[in-house]
Each structure stands twice: as structure tokens, then as C-alpha cells.
């Protein structure tokens, strides 16, 4: 158990060295004795002892942080340069092989159905490769106005409105568009990257032989409401919701008479591993969906469909925590952003009004990766390391970390849980590792709602996104556009725009004095 080890990392490492630490290591193992003896004697089936530890280190105000600078645990990287999201966890001793034949599919410029070793783009997709939008192994971000054509990074997904699948609870795609918007399509010239498309949605340079017309396109502009957000010192920020707009091919019927849609941004790989780590008992041990302590947070468990188990299961990647597990989001992205068939989805992804997108999907065999291809992108997307803290020791930083659970953003930015026990991947298992999320969802106020319900989650709700990374987003993607549509510009516009349950965190923030909201942001911004 590295545990242990986790918690020397002060020595030497660690800069900053923690006075509760002592209140700690005196006060757990009197607990453990008790909840052992007591779980160990008939009480809670299945109930791990280290969870328990990460349950009560996460629900009490001890707040013991073993090894601050390793938010990742031992697989940190010390790291701050714009590879800062790119590599290997430190203590990877599994299989550096097959992490790094991930890696090279990850990063695998895809090209149309053929004969080439990279085929199977599209027929409809958004991007050619895992990398365009995930740069870096970094967030995307919206363009600053216009189309979303060459802003990789973004996308849309459309379901029907008012309508749920009968058999998963899940979102009901569009018929003739599916469950996302697709604005490219195979056969133009050049063909992996059509600059453009005429007014019809056709090429509007040389057609292929397989030539399949995009479904359509969206842009975004930020010329609508807007929010006011006042600090009591004195001062005000306004916040622009973006609007977007659709023009939708009318060959597959055109504009939908209605349809739930939904903009988001890709998020980080780093640590994705270890969010998979967490145990679910922790997780259902942070849920309070009644709100049963009346703190006015809920949180709540979103109920997935697990397409490989066919049954509901608890989901925690995605903006709403709609994908349950790496595998099935991986597989996922593949079959919905680039058009690529694995064995989990066989089947290409195009409703049966588009015609030349059946017609140009059976050129090859499906599946078009095989299980060993997305076992290694698998491999690869559990084990990117995440970055160090930085500058532990600037006292702004420090004080900032207190304002920071002072004005309750720790009640769902959870700062330390232990991982359990992961088959087979010691370098995820038992680890420390400072996350900054509970994976639930949240009621986020009318400002950021999306109205697109998604499994569980409502058109208002959220999941608490990882915070690890945050201050290297710059550094790394060159931009700091943030939240689930990238509709932020930086840390404080984010803050602001929090809402729902988060009113009390937010209004927290601004009734600080100035001089203590740049300290917040810049203990933010060590993460």
C-alpha cells in the first residue's frame, strides 16, 4: 500500500509542511479501529477499508492533504512547460509499450474508408484525430465568434426534446442528424479536411466517387444576455452567454422543428485514470440528492447506460457524467467525433434519411479498430499524468486555499480522496490524490442550463469538473476559456458564472475585498 509512502512525501518534496497533519494521523487510526471492527463484524458488504479512510478524510473539517504538490498521486509529473499534459505517469511500470502504441493512435491523423492502415474517417465527422481537439492532451475552446467549422474542440449534441430511450434513460437522437451534429463529411478535396462547403453542403472544390454532404453547421456569437455579476468592494464584471445559431442541410429534411442541443468543449485527459480509481462507495458517500443536511448541496449520481453490460450504472466523464467508464467513452468519441467503428459501436453512425452516408459506410469492414487498438487508447488515456502544484509556499497561495474552503467551493471542488484498488495498474491504486471534484452533478442555476436533459441530469445540472491542471491550461492550449462551453474568458468569469447551487460559493467570492479574490485565483492557479 503506497499510502504510506504518500504521506512521506514531505520529506525533501513536499514544501509545505501541514499542521493538521499530526491532528491527523492521530485521529484516523482511532476511526479505523472502529469502522473496521465494525464493518468487519456483519455491517456493510463490500466496503473497503481504504475507502473509509477517504471518506473520512474527505466529510470531516481535519483536512489532511499528504504530499500537496502531488495532486496526482505517485504518477505526478513536475512538470510546467507545455508538455505539461502529455506524458507518462511517473511510476508507470505496467506496459510502457502498450501506453505509448496508444499514444500514437491517439495522436493518428485518420483518413476516409480504404486500404490504409489509419482508415475510417467518417463518412460524417468533426475532426480526424483524438489529438485536434484534445491539443496537448488539453481543454478545446469555442472560436471567439462565427463558425465552429475549423474551431476543433467543440461540439454539439442534439436529442430529441421531451423524449428519453425506454430501454437506457438516455437522450433520443435527432432522426435525420443522430445525437450529434457532424459539420464535415468525406470525399471533398482535400479529403480529411474540406476548408469549406457551398450553401447546398457540397464541396466546394473536387468531389470524391464516395463524396457524403455534412449534416450541417453551427457558429456561436456572444451579442446576447448578458449577466452582471457586483462585488461588494466596489466594481462589476458582465458576463456574455453565447448564442448559437444552426443552418442544417436540406437534403436530410433541414431544420428540425425542435430538438435539444447542447455545446461543449473537449476536457483534459490528465488523471482520467484516477477518476476511474475513485470507489463508488465514496462517491455515493458525497451524494446528498435531497439535500438531506439542508447545506443547500445536493449532489447527485448520475445513472448511465453501460452499452458493453447493457444495465445502468453510475456515470462519471462528461460534462453531465453521462459516459460510466473510460472504455465506453473512448469508444464513444471515436464513433461520434471522427465516424470511426470499434467493438463496442460496430455500427457507423448515419441515420436513415442520409443516404450517401450508408451508401460510402459499407466500403469497409466494421469494426473499423480492433479490440487491441482501443484496449491501447484505453491503456494510454488512464495512465497521462497529472501536473504538480506550483508554488506552495507563496503565502497568497496558502491564504488562498483558505478562502477557498471558507466560501464552501471544497462542499463539491472535494480536495483529497484516496483511489481504491485498480487490477492489474498498481501505478492507479491506493493513491492521494487531489482531484478537486466529486464527479456529481449539480444544480448550476438558469444561467448555465443547456435545457438538454442527459440521462439523470436536467437541463440545469452538471458534474463537478476536476480542477487539477487549471493554471497550466494557458501555458499548455494558449488559451483559458473555461466551463462546459468554453463561454468563460479565465479563472474569475468562471467563478461568476456559477449559480444554482453554487450561489452561496459564489456570492461567498464576491463579498471578498479585492486583495482576497486575487489570492483565491491564484491558489486556483497553483493547481
Known sequence: ????????????????????????????????????????????????????????????????????????????????????????????????????TGNNFFNRAWVAEGNSASSGLGPTFNTNSCQNCHAGDGRGAPPASGTLFNSVGI?????????????????VGLDSFGLQLNHKGIGCSPITSPSAYDSNFNCTGTTGSNFTPPEGSASVSYTGATVVRNYT???????????????????????????????????????????????????????????????GISGKVNMVWDAKNQKKVMGRFGWKANEPSLFQQNQGAFLGDIGITSPLFSTDNCPSTQTQCLAAASGTEDPEITASIAESVNFYTKLVAVPARRNLSDQDVIDGKVLFSSIKCDACHKPLVLTGNVPGLPELSYQYIKPYTDLLLHDMGPDLADGRPDFDADGQEWRTPPLWGLGLIQQVNGHLKLMHDGRANGIEEAILWHGGEADTARNGFQNLSSTDRQKLIKFLESL
Not at 56 to 81: C, K, L
Open 233 to 295: 468592494s466596489g466594481g462589476t464584471v458582465t458576463l456574455n452567454t453565447p448564442v448559437y445559431s444552426f443552418s442544417w442541410n436540406v437534403n436530410f429534411g433541414g431544420a428540425p422543428s425542435s430538438f435539444n442541443f447542447s455545446p461543449r468543449t473537449a476536457p483534459m485527459i490528465p488523471g482520467l485514470g484516477l477518476l476511474e480509481a475513485i470507489p463508488e462507495s465514496v462517491i455515493l458517500g458525497w451524494a446528498d440528492p435531497t439535500d438531506s443536511d439542508l447545506d
Open 155 to 171: 461540439l454539439i449534441r442534439l436529442s430529441k426534446a421531451g423524449i428519453s430511450d425506454p430501454t437506457t434513460g438516455g437522450p
Open 1 to 100: 500500500m503506497n499510502c504510506d509512502k504518500n504521506l512521506n512525501f514531505g520529506s525533501g518534496k513536499n514544501p509545505e509542511p501541514n499542521p493538521s497533519r499530526g491532528r491527523f494521523q492521530k485521529t484516523i487510526p482511532f476511526l479505523i479501529f472502529i469502522l473496521l471492527n465494525f464493518f468487519y463484524c456483519g455491517g456493510k458488504e463490500g466496503t473497503d477499508p481504504l475507502g473509509i479512510i477517504a471518506v473520512i478524510a474527505s466529510q470531516t473539517s481535519i483536512a489532511p492533504d499528504p504530499g500537496e504538490a502531488f495532486s496526482g498521486g505517485y504518477g505526478t509529473r513536475f512538470i510546467s512547460n507545455p508538455t505539461a499534459f502529455d506524458t507518462p505517469v511517473v511510476n508507470l511500470s505496467s506496459d510502457g509499450i502498450q501506453f505509448n
